[in-house]
């Protein structure tokens, strides 16, 4: 089973940008498509984007498209998170997951390991 970790969560201003970070152990993950998603306070968890595991292929929600951006190393066994012009409804806990297949998928049941997430915050 591969752990995943996210970092670079934090509070941020309307507006501003952060990058998270999505680090992956135990084993790698270069052959599985990779997704982010979010649980805002008293929300459902819901689909950010994701990316195949040849990073090649990217897909967001409606809300992400244009605004955020996923890249990954295989190398380093890391995939990135990028969000530009935030905003308040953004707030929420964001979890990376790994995807059962290559291809990406926007259902959080296609995702068998997930991250414990980490907290974004968006000032008003």
């Known amino acids: 089973q591969v752990q995943l970790t996210e970092s670079g969560g934090g509070l941020v201003q309307a507006g501003g940008s952060l990058t998270l970070s999505c680090a992956a152990s135990?084993?790698?993950?270069?052959?599985?498509?990779m997704g982010w998603f979010r649980q805002g306070p008293g929300k459902e968890r819901e689909f950010v984007g994701a990316i195949s595991y040849s990073g090649r292929n990217t897909y967001y929600s409606d809300s992400g498209t244009g605004r955020f951006f996923i890249s990954r190393d295989n190398a380093k066994n890391t995939v990135l998170l990028q969000m530009n012009s935030l905003k308040p409804e953004d707030t929420a806990v964001y979890y990376c997951?790994?995807?059962?297949?290559?291809?990406?998928?926007?259902?959080?049941?296609?995702?068998?390991?997930w991250g414990q997430g980490t907290q974004v915050t968006v000032s008003a």
């Open positions: 135990g084993r790698t993950v270069s052959r599985s498509a």
């Open positions: 997951a790994q995807a059962r297949t290559m291809g990406i998928s926007d259902t959080a049941a296609e995702y068998v390991d």
